[in-house]
């Protein structure tokens, strides 16, 4: 993964870090709008995301199948997230300056913006047919509640069961469970970027904004 320059907190002594970690955890902005802009990428590289569980989009693949590949790509982000979180405790071990440009915490921003990314993409996929089964939980409205519970991500392996459980209600067709689960990993990556003192918010606009740019399919045969 190349790496971005992250708006997050580069110094213990910068007026940034000092004015959030004066605060308690802003809740979530709006991403409804924004969550749509990203599917909407994603569509114009060549990626098809489901928009339910039960139709199929040609005869030898059905949307189920390809909701777990999705799936299994947020699970390989999770795993990359998990090796620059690696490079950045090694970093610390070595008393790297943070005033460093490309510092170990833009690497891991960048993995929780791509896990956050290909979630929200996901929820915003699903919402049209999750209203219209008459569930009433927008994206935003999921973000909050989750936001307001808690903090029940005990690291990695919590994202990896919640991957895990969103797999079992896609191959059961449980669409709301899927969004319910889709929402707790994103509540979760916000926590766990928090947490090193990272704005995921602002990572996931970063990163939008250089997924823009990437090329079809981004130079891959994969359509997922």
Request: proline share 5%; charged share 20%; hydrophobic share 40%.
């Amino acid at each position: 993964m190349s790496k971005l320059r992250i708006t997050h907190l580069p110094t213990p002594t910068s007026l940034v870090e000092t004015s959030l970690m004066a605060h308690s955890r802003p809740a979530p902005p709006p991403m409804q709008a924004l969550s749509q802009e990203m599917l909407d990428v994603a569509t114009q590289h060549g990626f098809y995301t489901p928009a339910s569980l039960d139709s199929t989009p040609d005869k030898s693949v059905s949307d189920i199948e390809i909701m777990l590949a999705k799936l299994a790509l947020i699970s390989t982000e999770i795993t990359e997230a998990i090796n620059a979180g690696i490079a950045l405790r090694r970093l610390i071990a070595n008393d790297t300056d943070w005033t460093l440009p490309n510092n170990g915490r833009d690497e891991l921003a960048s993995e929780f913006a791509d896990i956050a990314i290909r979630t929200l993409s996901l929820m915003r996929a699903l919402e049209p047919s999750q209203q219209a089964a008459g569930y009433t939980a927008t994206i935003d409205s999921a973000l909050l509640e989750y936001y307001n519970k808690p903090h029940t991500c005990n690291g990695w392996l919590d994202l990896y069961g919640s991957v895990s459980r969103a797999a079992e209600h896609a191959r059961k067709q449980r669409s709301n469970e899927l969004f319910w689960e889709l929402a707790h990993i994103v509540s979760s990556v916000e926590r766990m970027a928090w947490d090193h003192r990272i704005d995921i918010w602002a990572a996931i606009q970063t990163k939008h904004a250089a997924n823009k740019l990437r090329p079809y399919r981004h130079g891959k045969a994969a359509s997922v």
